[in-house]
C-alpha cells in the first residue's frame, strides 16, 4: 500500500491550488483520511480531516473558510482544495490515511511522499 501526493507547486499570494493523493496497492478499506503540512523549521501540522463517509470535516484554525478536504472512495484518493493562499501556508504539505491492507491485514497510517507547495510573490 502506498500514497501518492500530487498538485504542490508555486504560486501568487491570494492564488489557489488543489492538492490530491491517490492510494494504492491491496486495500481492503480506507477510514479516516488528512493532510498535514510541515514548514521549514516548525513541526508536522494537522491540516484537515475527513471521515470515512465525507460527512465529518475538520480544519485547522490557521485554514478555516479558506482550504477545503474531500475524496473520491472509488478512486481511493483524497483532495485538498487550497484558496486565499498566503506565504505562511507555504509548506511541505503530506496526506495521511487509515487503510487496512491485506497484505498487513490490520488497520495502519500510511503517509504520502509530500508535496512542497510556495506560496510568493
Known amino acids: 500500500v502506498q500514497l501518492q501526493a500530487s498538485g504542490g507547486g508555486l504560486v501568487q499570494p491570494g492564488g489557489s491550488l488543489r492538492l490530491s493523493c491517490a492510494a494504492s496497492g491491496s486495500i481492503v478499506s480506507i477510514n479516516n483520511m488528512a493532510w498535514y503540512r510541515q514548514a521549514p523549521g516548525k513541526p508536522r501540522e494537522l491540516v484537515a480531516t475527513i471521515s470515512s463517509g465525507g460527512s465529518s470535516r475538520n480544519f485547522a484554525d490557521s485554514v478555516k473558510g479558506r482550504f477545503s478536504i474531500s475524496r473520491d472512495n472509488g478512486k481511493n484518493e483524497v483532495y485538498l482544495q487550497m484558496n486565499s493562499l498566503k506565504p505562511e501556508d507555504t509548506a511541505v504539505y503530506y496526506c495521511?490515511?487509515?487503510?487496512?491492507?491485506?497484505?498487513?491485514?490490520?488497520?495502519?497510517?500510511?503517509w504520502g511522499q509530500g508535496t512542497l507547495v510556495t506560496v510568493s510573490s
Open positions: 495521511n490515511a487509515d487503510i487496512y491492507g491485506l497484505g498487513a491485514g490490520r488497520w495502519y497510517a500510511y
